[in-house]
C-alpha cells in the first residue's frame, strides 16, 4: 500500500509541533526556576536587611554587612538577569509553537481538500462509467 505523502508531511508536522511544545514546557519550568531563586534572594536581602536593622548589636560590625552586601548584589544580579534571559528563552518556544501549529493546520487543511477533491475524482469516473454503461443501451447480460 502506497503511503500517501501528506499524511506521512503532516505527521512528521504534528511530531515537530510536540517537540515545540516539550520545548516551550522546558523553557517556562527553567523561567519558574529563575523567578524563584531572584525571589529567594531577594527576600534574603530584606530579611538580613531586617536583621541589620533591628539588631542594635550587629550595629558594630557594618563593615562585614557592607561586604556580604556586596556579594549578594551580584548574586541578585546574576538572578535577575537568569529572569530576563529565561523569559526571552520562553517567549521565543511560544512564537516556535505558534508557528508550528498554524504549519500544522494549514497542512491539515491542504490534507483535506486534497482528501475532498480525490472524493470528486473518484464520484465523478462512477458517474462516467455509469453514463457510459446508458450510452451503450445497458446490453450487457450476464452469462452466468
Known amino acids: 500500500m502506497a503511503h500517501d505523502p501528506l499524511r506521512v508531511l503532516l505527521r512528521v508536522r504534528q511530531l515537530t ?3 515545540a511544545r516539550r520545548h516551550l514546557a522546558d523553557r517556562m519550568r527553567s523561567e519558574a526556576a529563575a523567578v524563584a531563586r531572584s525571589a529567594e534572594v ?7 536587611t531586617s536583621a541589620q536593622t533591628a539588631r542594635p548589636e550587629l550595629a558594630g560590625v557594618p563593615n562585614a554587612y557592607a561586604a ?16 530576563r534571559s529565561s ?12 508557528d508550528e501549529r498554524v504549519a500544522a493546520r494549514a497542512l491539515e487543511a491542504v490534507s483535506a481538500l486534497a482528501e475532498e477533491t480525490r472524493r470528486r475524482n473518484l464520484a465523478q469516473e462512477e458517474q462516467r462509467m455509469l453514463d457510459e454503461a446508458a450510452l451503450h443501451g445497458g446490453t450487457r447480460r450476464w452469462s452466468g
Request: net charge negative; glycine share 0%; with cysteine.
Open 17 to 19: 509541533l510536540d517537540a
Open 42 to 48: 531577594a527576600m534574603t536581602i530584606a530579611q538580613e
Open 68 to 83: 556580604w552586601l556586596a556579594r549578594i548584589k551580584d548574586v541578585q544580579c546574576a538572578a535577575n538577569e537568569a529572569v
Open 87 to 98: 523569559a526571552l528563552a520562553t517567549a521565543d518556544a511560544r512564537v516556535s509553537v505558534n
